[in-house]
């Protein structure tokens, strides 16, 4: 059982344009919802990350979006860069377990 | 270089077989995280210790077992290997053993089942 929804599973971008990942969760424990980017060869590394008291998240180029109610959070990246190709995890965590998302692997075309 | 290390970084064996992989978490980080990440699945969580104590467990299968040391590393024991154990081990620790802790991941350990 997937704790974590992702969506899409690849997802294809110009340079420039704004990427946007989706998340879905079940578990109303959850209270922490952090963003792991992966390049390849790499273990995840920790991009940016939520509370569910804030509906919004802004660390530069990236966003995260949170809907309490509907349970689901977003990822936007503005202004997508080559650089920026790699694979993104969603997450959920109650504290002791943090359960991830399927990832989206994103690329930016030049 | 994350500060979290993981031994060894590839590992080829056979089904039946039985392997230990090992990881030393970065200078400070009282938890560890085990993770399994396959093609199809993402990554799944298998077990948390904080400071030589099982935390929370996940979807570890009985074949597999964990334990953290005194010295604050941790082993994972793969037993009975099968084909479908064939994935990218991924160990994680933190400081904290609750909250809005942040990972830092290792590089991961590939194990190949054949």
């Known amino acids: 059982q997937q704790q974590v929804k992702q969506s899409p599973q690849s997802l294809i971008v110009q340079k420039g344009g704004i990427s946007i990942i989706n998340c879905a969760y079940e578990?109303?424990?959850?209270?922490?919802f952090p963003w792991y980017q992966q390049f390849p060869g790499k273990g995840p590394a920790l991009l940016i990350a939520?509370?569910?008291?804030?509906s919004e998240k802004k660390e530069g180029r990236f966003t995260i979006s949170f809907n309490k109610s509907a349970k689901q959070f977003s990822l936007h990246i503005m202004d997508s860069q080559p650089g920026d190709s790699a694979t993104y995890f969603c997450?959920?965590?109650?504290?002791?377990?943090?359960?991830f998302g399927t990832g989206t692997s994103l690329t930016v075309i030049p | 270089d994350s500060g979290v290390t993981q031994t060894p970084k590839h590992l080829i064996t056979a089904t039946g077989q039985r392997v230990t992989l090992r990881c030393s978490p970065r200078?400070?980080?009282?938890?560890v995280y085990w993770y399994q990440q396959s093609l199809d699945q993402g990554l799944q969580f298998l077990i948390h210790?904080?400071?030589?104590?099982?935390?929370a467990k996940g979807n570890i299968l009985e074949r597999f077992s964990a334990q953290q040391f005194p010295d604050l590393h941790s082993e994972l024991n793969l037993s009975s290997l099968e084909l479908g154990d064939s994935a990218l081990y991924f160990c994680?620790?933190?400081?904290?053993?609750?909250?809005?802790?942040?990972?830092?991941f290792g590089a991961g350990s590939r194990l190949t089942v054949l």
């Open positions: 997450a959920a965590s109650n504290g002791n377990q943090f359960y």
């Open positions: 210790y904080y400071n030589g104590e099982e935390r």
């Open positions: 200078s400070g980080d009282l938890s």
């Open positions: 994680a620790s933190s400081v904290q053993g609750s909250g809005a802790n942040v990972l830092t």
């Open positions: 578990n109303t424990a959850f209270d922490y």
């Open positions: 939520i509370r569910p008291d804030v």
